[in-house]
């Protein structure tokens, strides 16, 4: 039984898989599924922040709460990890 956070993940590797002509077809019969070790692979390596991940979400968990902040703070701490660029 999968989350839904792990399905979503599961669910954008499948995708990304399947999108590249590139490479071998992903089980198409199991689906989503297929890929539902990897996406907790992946979470599970995004457990412990980097520094810019932290610096990020310290940026933003200075700011008044609104009952969306926590949510604020995962997004930014999320989008510094996909950030090509290491902390200036």
């Given at each position: 039984m999968s989350n839904e956070m792990?399905?979503?993940v599961a669910m954008a590797i499948?995708?990304?898989e399947s999108g590249d002509p590139t490479r071998p077809?992903?089980?198409y019969v199991r689906g989503w599924?297929?890929?539902?070790?990897?996406?907790r692979a992946a979470i599970e390596a995004m457990?412990?922040?980097n520094e810019e991940m932290i610096?990020?979400?310290?940026?933003?968990?200075?700011q008044p709460w609104d009952g969306?902040?926590?949510g604020r703070v995962f997004t930014a701490m999320i989008d510094a990890a996909l950030q090509?660029?290491?902390m200036p």
């Amino acid at each position: 039984m999968s989350n839904e956070m792990v399905k979503r993940v599961a669910m954008a590797i499948y995708d990304a898989e399947s999108g590249d002509p590139t490479r071998p077809k992903p089980d198409y019969v199991r689906g989503w599924k297929a890929f539902e070790a990897h996406a907790r692979a992946a979470i599970e390596a995004m457990r412990q922040p980097n520094e810019e991940m932290i610096f990020r979400g310290g940026l933003v968990k200075d700011q008044p709460w609104d009952g969306k902040k926590s949510g604020r703070v995962f997004t930014a701490m999320i989008d510094a990890a996909l950030q090509n660029s290491d902390m200036p």
